[in-house]
């Protein structure tokens, strides 16, 4: 239950300014935190960290473990500062774009730096770093050593899928599990490295941000991808057939992304599997990431509740039924077993009553977003500011949605245009619509408010995030250094002040 009002912004970690391709955890996820404080936020929220695969396109929502870090977000800045790293070694940075993330040569680069890294650690590491090592690698082995193994092997094998790997290891044989350990020593120490050095980057973050009264809001899929570390090492928690592909795969009926639906493609889980194991993996899933994040941002909630179940060779989501989850018993073990259930649930406004029972009984709050208040039915419509309950988180527009910009030039209808008028009670300006509808979100009764950077600079489609149902392009709008200006930081503050949001 949320109790106290607030704000903040949505912006990624790739978005960050950074000379190296991607944004990451150095000097400008630091200046940023400090315009967050400056402008009186509360939050900033960001997408899931875990680590993603260029066969996922990249994606944060189909991740390679559900557990390990996005080492791309890894700090060469940082790097040099613990001694890892000299500063001649990341002279002669290639010369990316600082408006647009490039995958393929920011990964080469970031794994030239961290090779260095690697090597030095293991001739001459300090003894306060090493003893970190340590002490990370004991208490994450749970998913650490799987994860570290796979993604050794997965190397060993030219990253071909785990499912196509010899049996003896893609059925994890004792002995050939034992025989690959041995032999990869060397590759999995140095996965063990890369994941200690994104988690402790990760805690000085964290710290700089409380140290400035800023929450960092994190984001949880629900599902992970068949070819990671989890599945793999798990593969008796999800839906898969005697060669260990999924037999049914996630997704969504028709709606107003698809009309034939989204077929997201991620195996399922076998909830009688889970529940008869006291749901550990689950339950250590989650405690691993309520230590990373203020509040979790939960996608796809309703699919702990009901999911949509098709058939893996279906070509798209069409051929779907709805299949229950144990949503009461799951988060009742749960809320035994952590001190607090932080979270946000991702809802668009149309789930089943059942959804809604399940977020009523917790107490969790969910979703408004605004680009869905004007269409018809606006007086009734749950996404409109005068409809809304306090325990709520309201959006602007989420990573799924076109910029405000975007959405009204382009997505919107004529009439949507016309009731958008109507409910401000003014003529609409192109200039200034999206401080317009800003506005509509701070002053509403939602105890959050949050706010993707794109629309706080009035930018247009061309910078959205994401465009749910398609494969390639997504993932890569970066904010410039520049941006972050004292003006704008002043004009956000004045707003969050007179909104009783100032954090």
Known sequence: MLKRRGNGILLHISSLPS????????????????????????????????????????????????????????????????????????????????????????????EKILTIAWRRFKGRAKKDLLSRWEKFCLENGFWLDDFSLFRALRLRFQNIRWSEWP?????????????????????????????????????????????????????????????????????????????????????????????????????????????????????????????????????????????????????????????????YDFFTYLAARVPSLPFICEDLGASPPDFRAVMNHFGFPGTKVLQFAFGKDLPNNPH????????????????????????????????????????????ISLRSLHWDVIRLAMMSVASIAIVPMQDILGRGEETRMNRPGTGKGNWTWRLMEEHLTPLLARRLLNMTILYGRKG
């Not at 695969?53 to 791309?72: E, K, R």
């Not at 309950?389 to 209808?413: E, F, L, M, R, S």
Request: aromatic share 14%; net charge positive; charged share 25%.
């Open 19 to 110: 000379p190296f391709g991607i944004g990451d955890m150095g000097e400008g996820a630091y200046r940023f935190v400090d315009f967050l404080a400056a402008s009186g936020q509360r939050y900033w929220q960001i997408l899931p960290v875990n680590l993603t695969a260029s066969y996922y396109d990249n994606s944060p929502y189909m991740g390679v473990s559900a557990f390990a870090g996005n080492q791309l977000f890894i700090s060469p800045v940082l790097l040099i500062q613990e001694g890892l790293l000299k500063e001649r070694e990341i002279v002669g940075v290639p010369p990316f774009s600082q408006g647009a993330v490039d995958y393929l040569r920011a990964t080469a680069y970031k």
């Open 167 to 327: 049996r003896e290891l893609r059925d994890r044989r004792c002995e050939a599990v034992r025989a690959a350990k041995k032999e990869l020593s060397d590759e999995i120490r140095r996965e063990q490295f890369h994941q200690f050095l994104f988690f402790d980057q990760w805690r000085l973050l964290k710290k700089y941000c409380h140290d400035r009264g800023i929450l960092i809001v994190g984001d949880m899929p629900i599902y992970v991808g068949h070819d990671s570390a989890d599945v793999w090492s798990h593969a008796e928690l999800f839906q898969l057939d005697k060669e260990k592909r999924p037999a049914f795969v996630s997704g969504v009926p028709p709606d107003h992304f698809s009309k034939t639906g989204q077929l997201w493609g991620h195996p399922l889980y076998r909830w009688d599997v889970l529940k008869k194991t006291g749901y550990d993996w689950m339950i250590r899933r989650f405690t691993h990431i309520l230590k990373l994040f203020d509040l979790v941002r939960i996608d796809h909630f309703r699919g702990f509740v009901n999911y949509w179940e098709v058939p893996a060779t279906e070509k798209t989501a069409l051929l779907g039924r709805w299949v229950s989850a144990p949503a």
């Open 384 to 427: 409109a500011p005068h409809r809304y309950p306090a325990n709520c988180v309201v959006y602007t527009g989420t990573h799924d949605h076109n910029t405000i910009q975007g959405w009204y030039t382009k997505d919107a209808t004529s009439r949507d245009r016309i009731r958008l008028a109507r409910y401000l009670g003014k003529t």
